[in-house]
């Protein structure tokens, strides 16, 4: 165990003793990458009588590619407890410093493991199975009753039919901040998405906001949990739909979102579970808007990298190589609507 690990793992223990009026020590520690939103780790807490429980730390980072709430994770977990949108159990929020020197969530580890989103034999041969559950859990989030969501949640946000707006203002805002060079692509995207918004939703509902393979657990033929729900938000249920069929969680075979079940397939478990139709224009408006959401995402992975206030390696290849994938994804849907491109 490295020297801040260690200093870490005491410090917890020390917290997480005090806070169930028991005595802890630290069997194990283990920093879980892949992600870069939080400094996440897996840890063994032992009791005195020999118990382990198992648990998973999520703290703030100094550096963050996206501005997200600690509150809205927390949050958009709470909801789902107990329900048939599989979650950890959340156990407690802290807000301050002062315990381990970072704001914190803690919460059950699950069993289950999740998969690179550019592995395309991860859920084999389960993928069947692994993808009705995927595109139901996914209808299950839509289906959420949003009346349980107080007006002043960090999750609320826009509750009219302009979430579209708002969510491509934020993420445009994103791009102008943090690009650092010219994106002709991504700007060209930007111009049609703005001349051609979409229809107003029929619904307004809970939006997962980065729904794909990758932020999922699984066992077998069992995804056992949805995670990195730091993005939640009220808004089109298209949003999440289109996300979760992004090409970029396919790219080799881009009929299988997320290299589990046919396109259409999934599209249609998705309708059939929550009773909701889709206009194909503005379902093709919000598949564009996810290429230049991922590009914003990417962009900002590359300004940390490059100005040296995070130089996680997954930094440096998220602006690489899915930054070059969704400037693809553009030309090839914009090829559908602007054929001399």
């Known amino acids: 165990m490295q020297r801040d690990q260690k200093i870490l793992a005491d410090r917890f223990a020390g917290y997480f003793s005090k806070f169930k009026a028991q005595e802890f020590t630290c069997k194990n520690i283990e920093r879980v990458?892949?992600?870069?939103?939080?400094?996440?780790?897996?840890?063994?807490?032992?009791?005195?009588?020999?118990?382990?429980?198992?648990?998973?730390?999520?703290?703030?980072?100094?550096?963050?590619?996206?501005?997200?709430k600690q509150e809205t994770e927390y949050e958009a977990y709470s909801l789902f407890q107990d329900s048939d949108v599989p979650v950890p159990k959340v156990i407690k929020m802290e807000q301050s410093k002062e315990h381990i020197g970072?704001?914190?969530?803690?919460?059950?580890?699950?069993?289950?493991?999740?998969?690179?989103?550019?592995?395309?034999?991860?859920?084999?041969?389960?993928?069947?199975?692994?993808?009705?559950?995927?595109?139901?859990?996914?209808?299950?989030?839509?289906?959420?009753?949003?009346s349980n969501i107080s007006s002043d949640s960090s999750i609320a946000g826009v509750k009219g039919n302009k979430s579209w707006k708002k969510e491509l203002d934020y993420w445009v805002s994103v791009i102008r901040e943090d690009c650092i060079?010219?994106?002709?692509?991504?700007?060209?995207?930007?111009?049609?998405?703005?001349?051609?918004?979409?229809k107003d939703s029929s619904k307004i509902s809970l939006v997962h906001g980065d729904f794909r393979s990758g932020n999922f657990l699984f066992r077998e033929e069992k995804i056992t949990g949805i995670l990195d729900w730091e993005m939640a938000h009220l808004g089109d249920p298209l949003e999440d739909l289109s996300w979760a069929l992004s090409s970029i969680w396919c790219w080799e075979e881009k009929n299988r979102p997320a290299y589990l079940?046919?396109?259409?397939?999934?599209?249609?478990?998705?309708?059939?579970?929550?009773?909701?139709?889709?206009?194909?224009?503005?379902?093709?408006?919000?598949?564009?808007?996810?290429?230049?959401?991922?590009?914003?995402i990417w962009i900002s992975a590359g300004q940390e990298f490059q100005s040296g206030r995070n130089t996680d390696p997954i930094n440096l290849f998220s602006a690489w190589i899915p930054g070059d994938i969704h400037s693809q994804a553009i030309l090839d849907l914009l090829e559908t609507r602007v054929p001399y491109l």
């Open 102 to 146: 970072k704001p914190f969530i803690v919460m059950s580890e699950l069993n289950g493991q999740a998969a690179s989103p550019f592995d395309k034999e991860a859920y084999k041969p389960f993928q069947q199975e692994i993808g009705v559950q995927f595109w139901t859990i996914l209808a299950n989030i839509t289906n959420f009753n949003i």
């Open 33 to 68: 990458f892949g992600g870069a939103s939080r400094e996440t780790y897996r840890v063994t807490l032992m009791e005195e009588g020999g118990e382990e429980i198992k648990l998973i730390l999520r703290m703030i980072q100094d550096s963050g590619l996206i501005d997200t």
């Open 181 to 198: 060079g010219a994106e002709p692509i991504l700007e060209m995207a930007i111009r049609y998405l703005y001349k051609n918004y979409p």
């Open 261 to 296: 079940i046919e396109r259409e397939v999934g599209i249609d478990i998705w309708k059939k579970n929550t009773g909701l139709s889709i206009d194909e224009e503005s379902l093709f408006w919000w598949e564009l808007f996810s290429c230049v959401k991922g590009l914003a």
